[in-house]
């Protein structure tokens, strides 16, 4: 019975990372077919991480990326457990209207929030600055600044993102008993004490997988940087997807593409092992 999924799954997953993993060690040009490929070892790799400009530019993406997905997760997770509060209150009106706008952004094709936000980044006609003149704050580079391109990135993928982790958020809420609040108000703790003590602690697995999933989600970012930034200015911005299909593609460098699809999926496999790692520590701890 399981045949078919695996099938499915060994063809579309693991056959594709198999062969990435082969044409890591190879010299290939995505120009030409795979027996054209020369074995050269540890050569992709020791590219990447030496002084010259592939292994500069990689180390730049590679910290961009490392950037842009603590800070995403960051933001995210808070931001979600508070959204989430503010839904799950029963006492809210319109609670359910407002649940399907926040996941409404999740839906929206990200080609199509990257186009929008553009335009309200814009440094002059842009809505977001004309509100900041309002209160008195001059108009904002945004996109165009190195200092705050990948954060305004960020913004965004946030507002994409958080509608989606808001309803996990709730769903976990949903299956905290209220006898445990009725038990802790009656042993005299506040609404702040029974946050902290009974929501939060009942929420940790509701967490984790979402720091998993903000992680995924984060590392793959692609379309925003392609369809506004194009990883400027001055490489602010280039992230490894994008770093990748520049090198892997444009360049037709497909091997030295491929080392840097395999160490992204390396730190992205360990980047998981240790939020789980973590998780686990605390669930052990008295």
């Not at 995505?30 to 070892?41: D, L, M, S």
């Not at 814009?122 to 900041?132: A, F, M």
Request: proline share 5%.
């Amino acid at each position: 019975m399981l045949t078919p999924a695996v099938a499915l799954i060994g063809v579309f997953i693991l056959v594709p990372m198999v062969l990435t993993i082969w044409l890591s060690f190879h010299e290939w040009s995505t120009q030409t077919g795979f027996g054209t490929a020369k074995f050269v070892g540890l050569r992709n790799f020791e590219d990447i991480f030496g002084p010259i400009s592939v292994g500069r530019d990689f180390k730049r993406a590679y910290l961009n990326t490392a950037i842009y997905t603590c800070l995403s997760v960051a933001i995210i997770l808070p931001l979600s457990v508070l959204l989430g509060l503010l839904v799950h209150q029963s006492r809210v009106a319109g609670g359910n209207i407002l649940r399907t706008v926040l996941f409404s952004t999740y839906m929206v094709p990200m080609i199509a929030v990257a186009l929008v936000w553009s335009k309200l980044y814009s440094p002059t006609e842009g809505p977001i600055n004309q509100i900041l003149s309002w209160i008195g704050i001059g108009p904002q580079p945004w996109l165009s600044s190195p200092d705050t391109a990948l954060f305004s990135i960020v913004i965004l993928n946030v507002w994409q993102q958080i509608g989606y982790f808001t309803v996990l958020v709730i769903a976990g809420l949903t299956q905290i008993p209220s006898s445990l609040y009725e038990a802790a108000r009656i042993d005299g703790a506040n609404r702040i004490q029974g946050f902290f003590g009974v929501t939060l602690p009942l929420l940790r697995r509701t967490l984790l997988f979402s720091s998993v999933i903000g992680v995924i989600n984060a590392v793959q970012v692609f379309e925003p940087v392609a369809l506004i930034t194009q990883g400027g200015p001055a490489n602010a911005t280039n992230v490894l997807t994008f770093h990748i299909r520049r090198v892997g593609i444009e360049r037709a460098q497909g091997g030295l593409g491929s080392a840097m699809a395999v160490m992204l999926m390396l730190s992205l496999i360990v980047a998981i092992v240790l939020i789980f790692a973590l998780a686990r520590q605390k669930d052990e701890r008295p």
